[in-house]
């Protein structure tokens, strides 16, 4: 049976008729719509919003960068949500209307393709990608699949926890499958979006933490959010800089910009890594020497799955770890998005939707 929750302003009359939902286009045009309710189908739950996050990675899903739509077709972006389960379809067991659950930028592996008979389900190759090839959360209701949920605690505000569904999960995830243990010099490059949770999370897992950025106006940003040392890319060559620190064990790129991570393979020690969670246009450029004399490598890492991002949530909330947010309401969702797009969002935006 279907349970529905009103939203602010809104009487349960208007809640039966439908619901509001963000519409994105290539063009730049968000538009606020009246969406009619769908029941979830067999294997999905139908949640009712309550805050979402805003993703640099929207950028994908709006602009249509996979081809999963025609061209002309707009999209509901958005996949850092937090919200409550309002109705379950056919064959859902383990989940309950009413429970707290989060979705993030994977909507859900089938279980079925040959990665998922592998378990690696991250790299599913029937998984929709939620604000993208499926409807997202810049809306007051979404549906997901079952196996793409994640269960989290009830006293978090909303607005906390919609950035560790994705943002949060990459950091963690890089660096609990890196190469880096318990003492190991780690950088993290850019204090942004990505990076400000990235040297919480570093510090937490009991690294030695270098945060690179450029500038000295984000230093005492980045000790005060955990850094032992920082390094200012605009004062030399920060591979250089971490040399002399004694070389890292892992460089964690969160920056979107090729260019600047390629001098940071100069600053990884003997078989360090340089993992790459931000994604950039432009390429890394590498020489072979350092590569091949030092063991190092450059890896890339996307995201975890749903059981990953509930370690990544109970990891942060025993450990403090938070994002720094701006809210907005979702009629506000395209001001949030070229406010996060400019890299004036301090640091991540995400649209209160319901409470």
């Not at 208007?14 to 029941?39: H, N």
């Not at 930028?105 to 090839?133: I, K, W």
Request: one cysteine or more; aromatic letters at 4%; hydrophobic letters at 40%.
């Amino acid at each position: 049976m279907d349970v529905y929750a009103t939203r602010p302003g809104r009487g349960l009359e208007d809640v039966m008729s439908g619901y509001r939902a963000v519409e994105a286009t290539a063009g730049g045009d968000f538009t606020l719509v009246e969406r009619k309710f769908e029941p979830p189908g067999a294997g999905q739950v139908r949640i009712a919003v309550e805050a979402c996050g805003v993703c640099h990675s929207d950028v994908a899903g709006i602009m249509n960068m996979t081809g999963s739509r025609p061209s002309s077709v707009s999209v509901v972006p958005g996949h850092e949500v937090i919200g409550r389960i309002d109705a379950v379809g056919d064959g859902v067991s383990g989940w309950r209307v009413g429970q707290r659950v989060g979705v993030g930028y994977l909507g859900g592996h089938c279980g079925e393709c040959a990665m998922c008979r592998r378990g690696d389900f991250v790299y599913c190759t029937d998984q929709p990608v939620l604000g993208d090839s499926q409807q997202g959360g810049y809306a007051e209701y979404l549906t997901a699949r079952t196996s793409g949920l994640v269960a989290v605690p009830d006293d978090i505000p909303a607005a906390e926890l919609a950035p560790l569904m994705c943002a949060g999960l990459t950091v963690h995830h890089a660096l609990m499958t890196s190469a880096a243990r318990t003492g190991d010099l780690v950088a993290v490059q850019g204090i942004g979006g990505l990076g400000h949770l990235g040297i919480q999370y570093a510090r937490a897992l009991g690294f030695q933490v270098a945060a690179i950025a450029r500038g000295r106006s984000k230093k005492e940003l980045a000790l005060r959010l955990g850094a032992h040392h920082y390094i200012d890319s605009a004062e030399g060559d920060p591979g250089q800089a971490l040399q002399e620190l004694g070389g890292a064990r892992v460089v964690l790129a969160t920056a979107s910009s090729g260019a600047s991570m390629s001098p940071l393979v100069g600053g990884l020690a003997v078989r360090g890594q340089l993992v790459v969670v931000g994604v950039a246009q432009d390429p890394i450029e590498v020489g072979t020497v350092p590569l091949i004399f030092g063991a190092r490598s450059i890896v890339g890492s996307l995201t975890g799955t749903p059981r990953d991002n509930e370690d990544n949530v109970g990891f942060a909330h025993a450990h403090g770890i938070r994002p720094m947010v701006e809210t907005v309401p979702l009629e506000q969702a395209g001001e949030a998005y070229a406010r996060m797009m400019s890299g004036d969002a301090r640091f991540r935006m995400v649209l209160e939707v319901g409470r």
